[in-house]
């Protein structure tokens, strides 16, 4: 079973009207940040190639190499293929990382099938690929797959949202926080959708892509 699939802005406000009311603090980050984003995205090798390039760098450098790969045509698995590493590279990716796109490339991911999988198994059949780490493959199946109940707990942006949302004296570590996010169920892809609003209103910038 996959669970709720959120497809819409009302059901991303309907998550949102669930999470105030079960947590004040949350009621209180909402009243600030406005209305959510729906963040769905495509799903397929595309996406979670762009999802490897996000990897450890700010939104503006992912960004900028997303857009070099796309303008070189270097966004199918048959063109990182064809593609050398130092092609790759040359676009922007670090050794590793392009090395990470060969590996999903060769990795012939039934997309399609991942649909209808349910959460646990759509994260046990990303991370098996190379340089998709459970944040990557968490990300995808909040974003691609639209899961309402899949939350990131090693994203810093939302660690950081948690720790100024609740006013802890330090980031939550990624254990603390998916223990954390066990009380937003069922609408725990919603709350990140929270977390990330309030990062962007207190920082002043982006936490995710």
Do not use: H
């Amino acid at each position: 079973m996959t669970g709720r699939i959120i497809e819409t802005d009302a059901d991303v406000k309907e998550g949102a009207a669930y999470l105030s009311g079960i947590c004040p603090r949350l009621k209180a980050a909402y009243a600030q940040t406005g209305d959510l984003p729906l963040r769905r995205s495509e799903d397929g090798f595309e996406r979670l190639l762009s999802a490897i390039v996000s990897q450890q760098v700010s939104v503006a450098s992912a960004n900028a190499i997303w857009t070099r790969l796309k303008t070189a045509g270097l966004d199918t698995p048959c063109a990182v293929l064809g593609a050398s590493e130092d092609a790759l590279r040359g676009e922007g990716l670090s050794r590793q990382k392009a090395r990470y796109a060969r590996a999903l490339a060769e990795a012939e991911i039934d997309y399609a099938a991942l649909r209808a999988a349910p959460d646990a198994e759509v994260i046990a059949t990303l991370t098996k690929v190379p340089g998709i780490g459970v944040w990557t493959a968490e990300i995808y199946a909040m974003f691609s797959l639209g899961r309402a109940d899949v939350f990131a707990p090693g994203d810093l942006a939302l660690q950081e949202a948690a720790r100024l949302i609740y006013d802890l004296p330090e980031r939550p570590k990624e254990r603390a926080l998916r223990q954390m996010a066990q009380d937003w169920a069922p609408w725990r892809s919603v709350a990140a959708r929270l977390l990330w609003a309030y990062y962007r209103v207190a920082k002043d910038r982006e936490g995710i892509r």
